[in-house]
């Protein structure tokens, strides 16, 4: 074996050594962060809201007359359909699904909810375009390209429920929070919730952490709310105490 062949060799096998040791710093520092937190089990938590329990993330279920609101759509298709058996909720009865962000533990379910309309953030095609990308090399991605945007501040009806968005970029490049009726709020992965406080969210997770920190502080302030409900971090259902000593 010549010289060039061994040092192509050991080239090689340097770089398959730090793609190595960068993969599993990964997978430890995903198990680790993810191994924190605090979802709520599957089951009713309002009159008309539902939780489904998906491994270490929440989504939600929102019940009209007309059928079912989904908040984000779970990271296991199959854990999704048998959350929902559970609850006697057909997946054929839901009619939106509003995406806080693409990550990929908020939108594997969306192919079980075939008669739904799918709304996200305008912001949030950076993340499925290339153009914004947590790791290099890698895009967000979702089944279907029907999906309708919206835009910052935007209001909505779905059925008799009233849902004011809000675009809380920093997780991704167009994480939304959703307010519905007023008294619900729905955060996605911007915060966290620790002894009914208001947290930070996870910084190896954030797409820009100091962008997703003054994020935060647009949804502290909101009139009505009274319920705060995080994708991966359980619910308050004491906004105002939540957030008073909120500081970025």
């Known amino acids: 074996m010549n010289k060039t062949v061994k040092k192509i060799l050991k080239g090689v096998g340097l770089l398959f050594g730090v793609v190595a040791i960068i993969v599993g710093y990964f997978l430890y520092k995903f198990s680790s962060e993810t191994g924190k937190m605090t979802p709520v089990p599957t089951g ?6 539902y939780a489904i329990k998906d491994e270490f993330a929440n989504m939600y279920l929102i019940k009209d ?15 999704i359909e048998s959350e929902m058996q559970k609850l006697n909720i057909n997946p054929d009865e839901v009619i939106a ?3 806080t962000h693409s990550d990929m533990d908020h939108v594997a379910g969306i192919p079980l909810f075939k008669n739904a309309k799918l709304y996200m953030a305008r912001n949030e ?28 501040q935007q ?13 809380t970029e920093g997780h991704t490049s167009g994480s939304m929070c959703y307010q519905v009726n007023e008294k619900n709020l729905f955060t996605g992965d911007i915060l966290s919730l620790h002894d009914g406080k208001l947290g930070h969210s996870v910084k190896f997770f954030d797409l820009d952490h100091d962008m997703t920190t003054k994020s935060i502080s647009k949804i502290t302030n909101l009139p009505n709310v009274e ?22």
Do not use: F
């Open 97 to 99: 699904v509003l995406l």
């Open 65 to 79: 007359s007309l059928g079912y609101i989904a908040i984000d759509a779970g990271k296991d298709i199959k854990v």
């Open 227 to 248: 319920v705060i409900l995080t994708s991966h971090w359980g619910i308050s259902k004491d906004y105002k105490n939540t957030v008073k000593d909120w500081k970025e």
């Open 155 to 167: 209001n909505l009806e779905i059925g008799k429920h009233k849902i004011h968005c809000i675009l």
């Open 44 to 49: 009713q938590i309002s009159e008309h809201g």
């Open 125 to 152: 095609v950076k993340m499925l375009n290339g153009e914004k990308q947590k790791i290099p090399g890698y895009n967000n991605s979702i089944s279907r390209a029907d999906y309708i945007l919206l835009d910052d």
